[in-house]
C-alpha cells in the first residue's frame, strides 16, 4: 500500500512530536521539579495526541491498539520498512 505525500508529512510530524515527548519525560525523570520542562513535556503530549487522532480519522490505525473501522485494515500496512519518507 503506498501512502500519498499528505499522510506521509502527517507521519512525519507525529514521530517528532513523539521523540519530543519522549525526550522530555526521560529529562523530567531525572529533574522532576522543572517547571519550564513540564510545561514543554505537557505541550508535547497535547500536541502528540492531536496527530494521533487526526492520523487516525484520515487514516486509520497506527497500532493494534488504537480503534479501527471494519474490517480490519491495520494489517494492509504499510509496515514501517516499507514507507518512502
Not at 5 to 33: G, I, N, S
Not at 62 to 78: A, F, Q, R
Request: net charge negative.
Amino acid at each position: 500500500m503506498e501512502m500519498n505525500y499528505d499522510q506521509v508529512e502527517l507521519l512525519k510530524e507525529l514521530m517528532r512530536a513523539h521523540f519530543c515527548a519522549v525526550e522530555t519525560a526521560l529529562y523530567l525523570d531525572t529533574h522532576p521539579k522543572d517547571p519550564r520542562a513540564l510545561a514543554d513535556h505537557n505541550k508535547c503530549a497535547c500536541r502528540l495526541e492531536m496527530l494521533r487522532k487526526q492520523y487516525i480519522q484520515k487514516y486509520g490505525a497506527l497500532t493494534h491498539e488504537d480503534p479501527s473501522v471494519y474490517p480490519w485494515t491495520y494489517i494492509n500496512g504499510p509496515w514501517p520498512w516499507e514507507i518512502k519518507y
